[in-house]
């Protein structure tokens, strides 16, 4: 389906990193996975300029558009009316993620904040069960940035990097490209390209560069 960009129809959706559709798109696309019998975890998925979302129905979002947030059209380099194609998304099965880290901002910056004052702490224990409960089920991929809302403090989150999990597929090749390359064997593993967040994912956190949260 092709929609116009638009924005949201409240400011408390943008914390949800969800997009919303009409209720008579989402019942398109749900047609679509009740046909090729599709199992539908905690929301439905699309794809949209090659970058999947999960995405909800909105009584106040029309037909002919898809409410995104800034965050969300600043990514995809979208503007506002410009009009974008709209694919049902089905996640692979080796996609889970094992591990995820993610850069933290404020998601509003103060100007006049001084560059040598100490970053603020927060607890990464209870912003990792927040950031689960709230983006559990979506997609991950380098470079995303996403806004959560944290006990009441707006942050932005950038996804820094991530691993999925081994799931048996092409593990013996990787075994014998590193006996091939041994001088390699003690190089992380680069960042997988998209992954999908579930509940044994282990989140980690990290301070962006010049940020306020953190030490």
Known sequence: MKLAVGSLPSNRLSYTN??????DNVNGIAGYYEKNSIPVGKSMLVEVN???YQVEAHPQV???QVAMNGLQRRFLSLSLSTTIKLNPYVPST????ATLEISVDLLAKKKSSDPKAKPKEI???RLAQT??????EQIMEPKRIMAIDFEGTKLELTVKCMATVDTGGGGSNRKKKKSDE???DDAPPPSSKIGQLFAPTVIVFSRLEGGALLK
């Open 131 to 136: 950031v689960l409960t709230v983006l559990e």
């Open 18 to 23: 969800k997009i919303y559709i009409s209720q």
């Open 94 to 97: 080796n996609i889970a993620l």
């Open 123 to 125: 607890d990464t224990d």
């Open 182 to 184: 041994e001088e390699k």
């Open 62 to 64: 029309p037909n002919d």
């Open 50 to 52: 090659g970058h999947p």
